[in-house]
């Protein structure tokens, strides 16, 4: 499968990590990237809060470059914020042919709006390269629990998005249960993580994280996986400064690593710590990785090897109570046998 | 040459404030064959029509035109007096509705009595051009079906086999009763549900007038008013119940015991041979085929070794009858939305503890999984903070649908009384976006709800997550106070919408009648007809037709019984005489017809005509007259114009078209 990348701002800098992680598997699983030519700035902060025009026009652009030079060949966007910025101005391209037509004229080029735009996870939902990835995986992360948490961009609003259910998605689940780890059931999985606020509003945004947090922890997640450059920022970043907070108050740290699902996956199939860009995380990832590889591997019986462990079971149980009888039976004829002589 | 008269009615202000029926009145003296004009303040009145006859032989009128409201609101009226008190057939008459189609719609007699004088001319115009038509008698089958057996069907049953007329309940399920057994209590008098439902179940079985179908559906209805041949398919219950007494030892003795409990809400567990709940009607188990071992892997067969009479029979078939009925009632319920579907903020069923409102009925009875102990599922413990947030589906045309469900606010205020009643210092929060309680003492149990510590919350839950204690931390705001609220719940009680079952829509093409777009059927009237639909003989009673709560479902199934009962006490019934009629000469028989009619009333049969003084044999359309409802879409799918709508043929409709254009 080939796919237009469109590296957005934070490719080579906040996400990095999630650049160098996915470039590994990429490699690994027979995923080919083009990068899109002469991309721009896909909007995000500030295009849309200017003009809906602007708004449109800014991703249209990248998406009419991609599509000149790959033809219908789909467009990733890696970064959350990117690719809800680049499916707004699909949606409404494909929306009404006006608005197609308008978006043409304001980027001054033709954009016929057939490529589709995915995210980071989107590829590895393709049953041909879930399957290479599964038989690529050679340092499974045994029974790993991973709160995977989505945020807000890749979900909402379902009418760009149409990710498979906005308020309990489950796809991402599904990425990283080929790693061998195994997801938890959490809430707060497509909760705020005050991202936005990040910089102009650090004490709103504190308690959002936190909350995250310790949902994750109490769920029983050892780690968190993200597929957003924001969310993993904010959340891997403001741990330390959470649990300095907390300490103050006399509250346990919270001590979780935040991963990007494509490190789960990188360090699966083999990736060095370096490779998978595990190396630049602000909470240590590396040794509770090399800890799960090493867990005895718990395999789940199917319901009719469950069965036939049961029948099983029973059988030695009755062949049990048999010989208990018999020895019963024979132990007073022993005796009667004894005080005869 | 015809000899019309125009009676322009005031009704008061309603039509004189907005048109001057004077100057419709002179105008109308020099349209074509118009013999006489005259106005009445009130043309429906005795005065009014006594004005009308009196014309009418004085004038020697042999048409009639009447300038008043909607022909739907006083046409038959306005028939018969023609057909009582003149010599007029009933049909040379035509309704102008200078009303609700004029002057209700404008506000000057600038605009308004133009238009009513161009209104008055095309029903003057179709006038001369109306023929007489005759009614003929329809005979009537002194027997009525009921489709479905929940408390609307029981009380339909109940009241027509009262009348004395047999009556057949038709029920898909093993029992009849419905969804009312499985409730615990019902609002405002918090009298038990079972107790008074049950008893009606049992009068039904003992009633000699009352036949019962469990586990039937209706394949197949052919015929019209009075003649119904329904075929029904009752399917097999393997077992004989002539020679079931209803010991019940099957039950006891089936080694299939873990089929989740369809009663209980799937809180309990049952047998693969079942009676649902011990006052179950019939009151004999059914095997259920699709679990049933001997069934499905053919080995087991413990029920027919315990049966001490023999009744059981895995070699049990499916029967199918066909018996004529004069009238069908349509009491198919409603079930509750599946939210788990819908819902992932709040867990999409991956929560023990979040249940539905059916599943808290069952959870607060005493025959209920618990015996009537207010436990959580997940773990047999008392919840001490139970939230119950209202109007899940309901109003919420994104997720769910857009209408009220209408009895959910009692219940809801029901099951927090039931909570803070039987769990003592208990909490109960109730988020809600409106709280509607329009009924008999429906407000004042509200109130008292509200006044034993109910914390009514107006606001929706965002999200509801389950900790690692247990607790369920629902997530929502206040819109009242604009404050985000949080609270931790040990259980959460899902009000959710009622939605029509399934198969709806597939009942509404067996019988042949409409479904609104939410999935309901559509009554004729909302307000004047409404438990008759549009297609003659059929009725609706109960949750088929909208949500309501049990006091509405029993009043309109008495309704619908009455209508029932008035129709099969006559000997006939007159047909609707406006119906497609088709002229053999012009038909092609080429079927377009067939094709069209939402009443299956037209087929195409052999007919030996004469052409062109000789014999021919040739397939032609032939209308059934009590089937055709008059609908005219045959005749606009007529290519060589050979289907004509009595009362409304081809040429009327061209005169009134051309009378408004030559104006």
Same mark, same amino acid.
């Given at each position: ?202 004490? &709103?945004? %504190?308690?959002?994280?936190? +909350?995250?947090? *310790?949902? @994750?922890?109490? =769920?029983? /997640?050892? !780690? ?89 079971? &029973?059988? %030695?149980?009755?062949?049990? +109570?048999?010989? *208990?009888? @018999?020895?019963? =039976?024979? /132990?007073? !004829? ?8 | ?663």
């Amino acid at each position: 499968m080939r796919y237009a990348n469109f590296p957005g701002c934070s490719a080579s800098t906040t996400g990095k990590a999630y650049t160098e992680s996915f470039s590994y598997v990429a490699r690994h699983a027979g995923i080919e990237i083009d990068e899109v030519p002469d991309w721009n700035c896909c909007g995000a902060s500030a295009g849309r809060l200017q003009s809906d025009d602007l708004g449109d026009a800014l991703p249209a652009r990248s998406l009419a470059n991609a599509e000149a030079a790959f033809g219908d060949e789909p467009v990733l966007a890696l970064c959350a914020g990117c690719y809800s910025n680049l499916r707004r101005a699909l949606v409404h391209a494909r929306e009404s042919e006006d608005r197609r037509r308008q978006i043409e004229a304001l980027i001054g080029q033709p954009y016929e709006a057939k490529a589709d735009v995915v995210c980071g996870i989107d590829p590895f939902l393709e049953p041909e390269v879930a399957q290479t990835v599964k038989a690529r995986v050679t340092q499974p992360l045994n029974g790993l629990k991973v709160a995977c948490y989505y945020g807000c961009a890749l979900v909402r609003p379902r009418a760009l998005t149409t990710f498979d259910d906005e308020e309990d998605p489950q796809s991402m689940e599904a990425v990283v249960k080929l790693t061998g780890a195994e997801p938890v059931e959490w809430g707060s999985k497509t909760e705020c993580c005050g991202a936005s606020h990040h910089v102009s509003n650090p004490t &709103a945004m %504190k308690p959002l994280v936190e +909350r995250i947090l *310790a949902d @994750a922890i109490d =769920a029983g /997640a050892e !780690a968190i996986a993200t597929a957003c450059p924001l969310c993993n920022m904010n959340l891997d970043m403001r741990e330390a400064e959470i649990n300095k907070a907390r300490a103050a108050r006399g509250e346990a740290p919270l001590d979780i690593p935040v991963y990007f699902f494509a490190q789960l996956l990188a360090s699966a199939m083999g990736a060095s710590d370096a490779e998978a860009g595990i190396t630049r995380n602000f909470v240590p990832g590396s040794s509770l990785l090399a800890e799960a590889k090493t867990r005895e591997v718990v395999v789940e019986l199917t319901p009719e090897q469950k069965k036939a462990a049961r029948i099983a079971a &029973a059988k %030695k149980q009755a062949a049990a +109570r048999k010989a *208990a009888q @018999a020895a019963a =039976a024979a /132990a007073p !004829a022993q005796g009667k046998e004894e005080a005869h002589e | 040459m015809s000899r019309i008269g125009v009676f322009v009615c005031h009704c008061g202000t309603n039509i004189a404030g907005t048109v001057d029926v004077e100057a419709v009145a002179d105008a109308a003296r020099q349209m074509p064959n118009v013999a006489y004009a005259g106005t009445n303040k009130y043309m429906c009145s005795a005065q009014g029509q006594d004005y009308i006859v009196d014309i009418i032989k004085e004038h020697n009128l042999d048409r009639v035109v009447i300038a008043s409201c909607s022909p739907r609101m006083h046409e038959r009226l306005f028939r018969k007096v023609l057909a009582e008190k003149t010599d007029l057939n009933p049909y040379l008459l035509e309704v102008a509705n200078i009303r609700e189609q004029c002057s209700w719609v404008h506000k000057d007699k600038q605009i308004g009595t133009p238009k009513a004088i161009n209104l008055v001319a095309m029903a003057v115009a179709k006038a001369d051009c109306d023929t007489q038509l005759f009614t003929h008698e329809i005979p009537v089958t002194k027997r009525a079906l009921i489709i479905g057996g929940g408390i609307a069907g029981i009380q339909a049953a109940l009241d027509i086999a009262d009348a004395g007329f047999p009556v057949t309940i038709v029920e898909r399920k093993t029992t009849i009763g419905g969804k009312m057994p499985m409730l615990d209590k019902t609002f405002p008098t918090l009298d038990c549900s079972a107790c008074i439902s049950t008893p009606k179940m049992s009068e039904c079985e003992a009633h000699p007038l009352i036949e019962i179908k469990t586990l039937s559906e209706v394949e197949k209805v052919e015929g019209y008013i009075g003649n119904f041949d329904v075929t029904i398919r009752e399917k097999a219950k393997y077992i004989d119940y002539d020679k079931c007494t209803g010991c019940g030892m099957c039950e006891t003795k089936c080694p299939q015991k873990k089929i989740p409990s369809e009663f209980n809400q799937g809180m309990s567990t049952r047998t693969a041979v079942y009676k649902p709940f011990p006052q179950a009607v019939p009151s004999k188990p059914t095997i259920d085929a699709d679990h049933c071992r001997m069934l499905t892997e053919g080995k087991c067969g413990v029920c027919a070794k315990v049966c001490p009479t023999g009744a059981i029979d895995y070699q049990d078939v499916d029967r199918v009858t066909t018996e004529r009925y004069g009238a069908i009632v349509l009491a198919t319920g409603y079930e509750l939305i599946d939210w788990t579907r819908l819902y992932g903020e709040y867990g999409g069923g991956r929560y023990a503890d979040v249940i539905s409102g059916l599943q808290f009925e069952r959870l607060v009875n005493a025959s209920g999984p618990t015996e009537g102990h207010i436990l959580r599922p997940s773990d047999g413990t008392e919840p001490k903070t139970m939230v119950i947030v209202k109007c899940v589906g309901s109003r919420d045309p994104h997720k769910g649908v857009p209408y009220c469900s209408r009895a959910c606010c009692m219940y809801g205020a029901k099951h927090a009384h039931q909570f803070m009643d039987k769990v003592p210092g208990g909490k109960c929060f109730v988020f809600y976006m409106d709280v509607r309680t329009p009924g008999k003492n429906y407000d004042e149990f509200y109130m008292n709800t509200l006044h034993e510590g109910a914390r009514y919350i107006r606001g929706r839950i965002s999200k509801i997550t389950r900790r690692s204690d247990g607790k369920l931390v629902c997530l929502g705001e206040d819109t009242l106070s604009g404050n985000v609220v949080e609270v931790d719940a040990d259980m959460v009680v899902l009000e959710t919408a009622m939605v029509p079952p399934e198969g709806a829509k597939k009942l509404a093409q067996t019988v042949n009648t409409q479904l609104g777009p939410e999935g309901f059927f559509t009554e004729a009237h909302p307000k004047l007809r409404p438990v008759e639909t549009n297609t003659g003989g059929l009725y609706l009673a109960g949750t088929a037709q909208g949500p309501k709560d049990i006091p509405d479902t029993v009043a309109q199934a008495g309704a619908a019984a009455a209508k029932v009962i008035g129709l099969l006490c006559k000997q006939s019934i007159e047909s609707n005489p406006m119906v497609a009629h088709v002229d053999d000469s012009k038909c092609s028989g080429c079927g377009a017809c067939v094709d069209i009619c939402p009443y299956s009333a037209v087929t195409l049969v052999e007919k030996t005509l004469r052409e062109n003084s000789r014999k021919v044999t040739r397939t032609v359309a032939q209308v059934n007259e009590g089937l055709c409802q008059g609908c005219g879409a045959c005749t606009v799918a007529c290519r060589p114009g050979a289907s004509d709508l009595l009362g409304f043929n081809d040429e009327g409709i061209m005169r009134e078209v051309e009378a408004y254009a030559t104006r």
